[in-house]
């Protein structure tokens, strides 16, 4: 089973940042694009931002020019920082490896998440 651990979320107030991480094997961050993906209650997770393999970024466009992906081969993360956070941005925060022809992820498994609270 694939394996993902988000971490970097928090408390922070409108218009602060925040730095997430996601550790991943080397495997998968060699072979797939990646996404990071948010979910609040109720409703399903949406993809917010993607790397391919080339580091060709894309993002959704309520966080485009807000956050920056990146991905580390080295260290087997991918990483999200994110500036000028908003109340709409709370969410827990997932990664994974993203489809290449979809918004969606290729595997079934989650990890835990992130959670991350933006609030006054």
């Known amino acids: 089973q694939e394996k993902f651990v988000e971490s970097g979320g928090g408390l922070v107030q409108p218009g602060g940042s925040l730095r997430l991480s996601c550790q991943t094997s080397?495997?998968?961050?060699?072979?797939?694009?990646m996404g990071w993906y948010r979910q609040t209650q109720g409703r399903d997770r949406i993809l917010v931002a993607s790397?391919?393999?080339?580091?060709?970024?894309n993002y959704s466009d309520s966080v485009k020019g807000r956050f920056t992906i990146s991905r580390d081969n080295a260290k087997n993360t991918v990483d999200l920082q994110m500036n000028n956070l908003k109340p709409a941005d709370t969410a827990v925060y997932y990664c994974?490896?993203?489809?290449?022809?979809?918004?969606?992820?290729?595997?079934?498994?989650w990890g835990q998440g992130t959670q991350v609270t933006v609030s006054s």
């Open positions: 790397i391919t393999t080339e580091n060709i970024t």
């Open positions: 080397g495997r998968i961050l060699r072979r797939y694009d």
């Open positions: 994974n490896a993203k489809s290449p022809i979809s918004t969606g992820s290729i595997f079934s498994g």
